[in-house]
């Protein structure tokens, strides 16, 4: 295939493990495709649980006070916690699949892996590639700025390309978002099987469905460490300590950061100073905050699915869960 323009170029390095970039580029294309299909499954869902269309329900609950008040029995529909969450799964996994509008270039699919003739060409020409790109995307990992060639490939980008676009897209991001989100889906799901096994819904029905916490908080530690060296590194970097496995390949980077910004202190200064606040100030979103607005949206899908499951289970009840609410505060701070 031949094309005139990439509307992306996709920068990263090897050092870092291909399935992170496969998991976080998968979620960056499908999340919008994640949320569509869980809230039609969902509502779904509801709608056969409340209609009585469902397979009978093996967990209920009583919802009652001292006073008597209320007593209901509320009917809890296992199928909306489980269904819903493998159908939202789907767009992610079926991701890499799905036909998209722009054009990246990504050096193991563009760049010839087995003539070595052919792949030398392709990565001597990366100049031109990236003047081709209307943007560049950096799959950021912690080894990023310490590797010759992706230095090469942002200070090439930016003389090539002075109004183009720089993107930091942190790997750890995606990595984390996926932690929460499926912990919290398997948190669920344990849930489910130990009181569907037991009967009940003691308190101690809980603690199996616990163990996934591990994940989700190590998964966040990672997260803010990850982070913090994300900033560091911009405000810290010094092209003299950025490694390279050939040294022609060295040779030939220096001298081309040497003739676009006069030596190896001045790049040196230009990453730490222009081009750390343009990055800074241009990716605050995916930098600063920690986790986008659109990922939260993904990551609170299981733990939405189970209010709307109790809800309409309290509807089924012919229960008056705002009622009830205003009763048990009315009896624990009676007014006198």
Not at 107 to 133: N, T
Not at 168 to 178: A, N, S, Y
Request: proline share 6%.
């Amino acid at each position: 295939m031949s094309v005139s323009e990439f509307d992306v170029f996709l920068s990263h390095t090897w050092h870092t493990k291909g399935i992170w970039k496969f998991l976080a580029l998968s979620l960056q294309i499908s999340w919008r495709n994640i949320l569509l299909c869980w809230l039609l499954a969902i509502i779904l869902m509801e709608l056969l649980f409340y209609l009585d269309l469902l397979p009978p329900d093996h967990i209920r609950w009583d919802v009652s006070n001292p006073g008597g008040t209320y007593n209901w029995d509320v009917p809890y529909s296992q199928w909306g916690t489980i269904l819903a969450p493998a159908v939202s799964l789907v767009p992610f996994l079926l991701a890499p699949y799905a036909s998209q509008a722009q054009v990246c270039f990504l050096d193991v699919a563009c760049i010839h892996q087995a003539d070595d003739h052919l792949k030398e060409r392709g990565i001597y020409g990366l100049g031109g590639f990236l003047k081709a790109s209307k943007e560049l995307r950096i799959l950021w990992s912690p080894p990023y700025l310490s590797r010759l060639w992706c230095i090469f490939e942002l200070g090439a980008y930016r003389m090539a390309n002075p109004s183009g676009t720089i993107s930091i897209k942190p790997l750890f991001v995606e990595v984390t978002v996926l932690a929460c989100w499926l912990g919290i889906q398997l948190i669920n799901l344990l849930w489910v099987l130990a009181v569907a096994l037991t009967g009940d819904l003691a308190f101690y029905t809980l603690l199996p469905a616990l163990v996934p916490l591990i994940l989700i908080f190590h998964s966040m530690r990672q997260h803010l460490l990850a982070r913090q060296q994300l900033l560091d590194g911009l405000a810290r970097f010094d092209l003299n300590q950025v490694e390279c496995r050939l040294d022609f390949d060295k040779k030939f980077v220096h001298e081309a950061i040497s003739e676009w910004y006069g030596g190896p202190e001045a790049f040196t200064e230009y990453v730490r100073g222009p081009l750390h606040q343009e990055l800074i100030s241009a990716n605050v979103r995916h930098v600063r905050q920690l986790v986008p607005c659109q990922y939260c949206c993904i990551i609170i899908t299981p733990m939405l699915g189970v209010a709307l499951n109790s809800m309409v289970g309290l509807a089924k009840a012919q229960a008056r869960p705002i009622r009830a609410a205003l009763a048990r505060i009315h009896e624990s701070y009676p007014v006198t």
